[in-house]
């Protein structure tokens, strides 16, 4: 369909397709039509939970109405704003005294929040960028490490992880494979632009407020 490349996104019955050329949208969808029942919607507005701004110079993807039902759903939209979402060097252990949770809940909001992206609009390259590191013992109880994982298309993060480890053990076999075939290039970060300690430590205000200015968090707005 022309020099261009369309590109067809797909989840359960709904698609998403862009291409550079109008006219490559328009004869993909009148093939799709000729074998399949489907709908028209026009210009994409919203997508999984995402709220899509097209724009003559950018693209805007904003969750501010999806982020206020999840606060409402964990009780938190009438909560006063925090600096910090933790305790600076706060180290949490099973041995606490503290009231628990429902755990359940907890994770629930955990696995929620985590459809939750932080874009930046405007033009950039589209180079795929990840950062990867993870702190050192950090539970005390097991000493497993927590993994922190940042992906940046261009200059907007697309995807981030906040694991704790599973083994203690750590292996770097297929890593080393990776780069010695090619397929990974890895470079030096140095200490004030680990952008992953935003997800691996209890930082405290000034740390934080510049990682998430570094990651396009701060001053964000829907």
């Known amino acids: 369909m022309g020099k261009e490349e ?6 359960a019955d709904d698609l998403i397709v862009t291409d550079a050329c ?13 074998h399949f029942r489907m709908s028209n919607l026009g210009a994409l507005s919203y997508y999984l939970v995402i709220e899509v701004r097209q724009e003559k110079e950018e693209l805007t ?12 759903r964990s009780g938190m939209a009438e909560c006063k704003p925090c600096v910090t979402p933790m305790e ?20 629930s909001i955990i696995d929620v929040d985590q459809r939750i992206v932080f874009p930046k609009t405007g033009g950039s390259r589209l180079q795929l960028t990840v950062f990867s590191n993870a702190d050192m013992a950090g539970d005390i109880d097991r000493r497993r490490s927590t993994s922190g994982v940042l992906v940046f298309l261009g200059l907007a993060l697309i995807s981030w992880l906040s694991l704790k480890q ?13 780069v010695d075939g090619g397929q990974i290039v890895i470079e030096f970060v ?15 205000h000034l740390r934080l407020t510049e990682l998430k200015e570094m990651i396009g968090m701060e001053g964000y707005k829907g």
């Open 6 to 11: 369309l590109v067809v996104g797909v989840y």
């Open 88 to 107: 600076e060097r706060l180290k949490l252990t099973k041995a606490s005294t503290a009231a628990k949770v429902d755990a359940t809940l907890y994770q």
């Open 22 to 34: 109008a006219e490559d949208i328009d004869s993909f969808k009148r093939e799709m039509v000729a």
């Open 166 to 178: 599973k083994v203690v053990a750590l292996s770097t076999c297929e890593t080393v494979d990776c």
């Open 61 to 72: 993807l904003d969750q501010s109405a999806y982020t206020s039902k999840l606060l409402e």
């Open 190 to 204: 140095e200490t004030g632009r680990l952008l992953m300690d935003i997800l691996t430590k209890p930082l405290g």
